[in-house]
Every structure is written in structure tokens, then in C-alpha cells.
């Protein structure tokens, strides 16, 4: 409630945080659209490991599997690879699930890197917010801060610069696709050596009737 002049220039003078447009502090759309991008096609690597792992007749549910971590989805794969198989077809597949897991180790670098304002001056001082009057002036003041910002990442496992260009998101974005596909084939192929002894490598054929 108003009583007064001093009341009415108090209330002109404040903003509420919540409407801001924070959006203008984000990196570029376009790299923000493809991290994105690279967050879809791990999820899809995930759901190729636990159908693999299915195909294998792991005693989990789809559903189960598709709640652990990536690494723990990979690791049980590789257990599960090396119990029923040997000789070059364990050997070809070992080797390209290392690949594999070099593909998620690059989205997890993805998605835990550190984003901030390369130029520490391009922060936003307290003095400047101290002077804002209006809702008007906080939001032009992001936007003009967003624009000339300049980026950069750190990954804070390897205390080095993580992912940050739009051509290096796009490369592990296609490196995730192309081990989603593969795992797809690798489903197929391990079915078929396990229960149908076609290609060989199975340590024992199963007859696919015995685990109903």
C-alpha cells in the first residue's frame, strides 16, 4: 500500500529477478540447441545399451535399465559380452565398445563442462544493479551483456577447457549417432551367434525357448 510520493518512487525502482530475460546471458542459441542435440543422441546410445543387453537375456527389465548411469549400462554390456562369447567375435566387439565408451566419456564432458564469461569485466558488477530503476533497465542490461559476452568452459574433472565450439558439439553428436547405430547391428549380430550359432563366437548356442 501507497502513502505517499516517497512510497511511489520506491516501488518505480524495483524489478523482480523471475521476469528477467536471463536467456540473453546463455551461450549462443545454436550452441545451446546443439548440446541439446548431443543430450538426445546419448539418451539414445543408453537405450541401445540396455536393449543390447536385452537381446542377451539380462534379467533386468527395460525400464530398470534405462534408469542407470551410462557407465554402468556400458560395464554390464562388456561383463555380459565377455561371459558368452569368445575368440575374434569377443575381440571385434571389446574393441568397439572402447569406442563406445570414448563416445560417452565426450557427452559427459558435454554436459558437466562449466560455462562462464571469458572477460570478467563483462560480469555484471553490484554497482550496476545498485543503479538499475526499472524492470526495463535490468532486461536491457542482460541483453547488452549477452551480446558481447564472450565464452568459455571448463571441465572441472580434468581442470581443462571442456566442449565449446559448435564444431566440436557437432563432432560428438555425430560420434554418438554412429555408436548408436553400430550398437543397433551389435544387438543383432550377438542374437544371432548366441541362439543361432551364426556368426560363431558363442561359448554355448542357447536355445532361445529355455529362458520363457
Given at each position: 500500500m501507497?502513502?505517499?510520493?516517497e512510497?511511489?518512487?520506491d516501488?518505480?525502482?524495483?524489478?523482480d529477478?523471475m521476469k528477467?530475460?536471463?536467456?540473453?546471458?546463455?551461450?549462443p542459441?545454436e550452441i545451446?540447441a546443439e548440446?541439446?542435440?548431443?543430450?538426445?543422441?546419448?539418451a539414445?546410445?543408453d537405450?541401445?545399451l540396455?536393449l543390447?543387453?536385452?537381446?542377451?537375456?539380462?534379467?533386468?527389465?527395460f525400464?530398470?535399465l534405462?534408469?542407470k548411469?551410462?557407465?554402468?549400462l556400458?560395464?554390464?554390456?562388456?561383463?555380459?559380452?565377455?561371459?558368452?562369447?569368445?575368440?575374434?567375435l569377443?575381440?571385434?566387439?571389446?574393441?568397439?565398445?572402447?569406442e563406445?565408451?570414448?563416445r560417452?566419456?565426450?557427452r559427459?564432458a558435454?554436459?558437466?563442462?562449466?560455462?562462464s564469461?571469458?572477460d570478467?569485466?563483462?560480469?555484471i558488477?553490484?554497482?550496476?544493479l545498485a543503479?538499475?530503476?526499472s524492470q526495463e533497465?535490468?532486461?536491457?542490461?542482460?541483453?547488452e551483456r549477452?551480446?558481447?559476452?564472450?565464452w568459455k568452459?571448463?571441465?572441472?574433472?580434468?581442470n581443462?577447457?571442456g566442449?565449446?565450439?559448435?564444431e566440436e558439439?557437432q563432432?560428438i553428436?555425430?560420434g554418438?549417432?554412429?555408436v548408436a547405430?553400430w550398437?543397433?547391428?551389435?544387438?543383432?549380430t550377438?542374437?544371432?551367434?548366441?541362439?543361432?550359432?551364426?556368426p560363431e563366437g558363442?561359448?554355448?548356442v542357447l536355445?532361445?525357448?529355455?529362458?520363457d
Amino acid at each position: 500500500m501507497s502513502h505517499g510520493p516517497e512510497d511511489e518512487e520506491d516501488d518505480a525502482g524495483r524489478f523482480d529477478w523471475m521476469k528477467a530475460r536471463w536467456g540473453a546471458l546463455y551461450p549462443p542459441s545454436e550452441i545451446v540447441a546443439e548440446m541439446g542435440r548431443v543430450t538426445i543422441a546419448a539418451a539414445r546410445v543408453d537405450r541401445q545399451l540396455a536393449l543390447a543387453l536385452l537381446a542377451l537375456k539380462h534379467p533386468e527389465g527395460f525400464e530398470t535399465l534405462l534408469r542407470k548411469e551410462s557407465s554402468k549400462l556400458y560395464k554390464g554390456l562388456e561383463r555380459r559380452v565377455t561371459e558368452l562369447f569368445g575368440g575374434p567375435l569377443l575381440e571385434w566387439t571389446l574393441a568397439n565398445l572402447e569406442e563406445v565408451k570414448a563416445r560417452i566419456e565426450a557427452r559427459h564432458a558435454v554436459a558437466h563442462s562449466i560455462w562462464s564469461v571469458a572477460d570478467r569485466s563483462e560480469s555484471i558488477s553490484v554497482q550496476l544493479l545498485a543503479n538499475l530503476r526499472s524492470q526495463e533497465e535490468l532486461d536491457q542490461l542482460l541483453a547488452e551483456r549477452g551480446e558481447l559476452a564472450e565464452w568459455k568452459t571448463l571441465h572441472p574433472r580434468k581442470n581443462a577447457p571442456g566442449p565449446q565450439t559448435l564444431e566440436e558439439l557437432q563432432k560428438i553428436r555425430i560420434g554418438l549417432e554412429d555408436v548408436a547405430d553400430w550398437l543397433e547391428q551389435l544387438r543383432f549380430t550377438l542374437a544371432s551367434a548366441l541362439f543361432a550359432g551364426k556368426p560363431e563366437g558363442a561359448r554355448k548356442v542357447l536355445d532361445p525357448r529355455s529362458f520363457d
